[in-house]
């Protein structure tokens, strides 16, 4: 995944956020829930070849396609 996908993932996320009326600053912890998911998955992905504290379930690859304006 390209660092330019990451980002609209995430932008995505704040549409959907911000469409069910949270605003700006209530929405920064769950972009930052989102980036802490993304971190741990890079480190479970080569090269580090981590184990994850994040349930598969819940970790980056469980969440559903993003959708919507970038």
């Not at 980036?35 to 090269?47: G, H």
């Not at 070849?49 to 349930?55: E, R, Y």
Request: hydrophobic share 35%; net charge positive; proline share 10%.
């Amino acid at each position: 995944m390209t660092p330019a996908t990451i980002v609209s993932k995430l932008w995505n996320y704040c549409t959907v956020l911000r469409d069910n009326g949270m605003s700006y600053g209530d929405y920064v912890e769950q972009l930052t829930y989102l980036l802490l998911l993304k971190m741990a998955d890079e480190r479970r992905s080569p090269p580090y070849n981590q184990p994850s504290a994040v349930p598969a379930k819940y970790n980056w690859l469980a969440l559903p396609p993003s959708t919507g304006g970038s």
